[in-house]
Nanobody, 123 residues
Framework: QLQLVESGGGLVQPGGSLRLSCAAS????????IGWFRRAPGKEREGVSCISSTGARTNYADSVKGRFTISRDNDKNTASLQMNSLKPEDTAVYYC????????????????WGQGTQVTVSS
């Protein structure tokens, strides 16, 4: 009952766009920082972006800065990651997490994790 659910992943060509959503069930997100992480095949999980509980602060990995935008809607209990100008190296399973605060691009002390959504960028 207490969970985060990601959606919006899929197959897209290089240069294309996707919007990922993260929805909370059974609890409210308004006191949590929200982080987006990704795990590419054969690689460790990395932090992509983090947004503070109020939305006042946002942080991005250098590899996605200028292409990705994180946002949240506390009234709807959701968060989003808009991904533009996608590259093959963006291919990964993307996860959202609810944590205590943002440490740069990372959300930390994460209490909830989603199960992940696959993003594949390929021609």
């Amino acid at each position: 009952q207490l969970q985060l659910v990601e959606s919006g992943g899929g197959l897209v060509q290089p240069g294309g766009s996707l919007r990922l959503s993260c929805a909370a069930s059974g609890f409210t997100l308004n006191t949590y920082a929200i982080g987006w992480f990704r795990r590419a095949p054969g690689k460790e999980r990395e932090g992509v972006s983090c947004i503070s509980s109020t939305g006042a602060r946002t942080n991005y990995a250098d590899s996605v800065k200028g292409r990705f935008t994180i946002s949240r809607d506390n009234d709807k209990n959701t968060a989003s990651l808009q991904m533009n100008s996608l590259k093959p190296e963006d291919t990964a399973v993307y996860y959202c997490a609810a944590g205590r605060t943002c440490f740069g691009r990372l959300s930390i002390a994460n209490e909830y994790w989603g199960q992940g959504t696959q993003v594949t960028v390929s021609s």
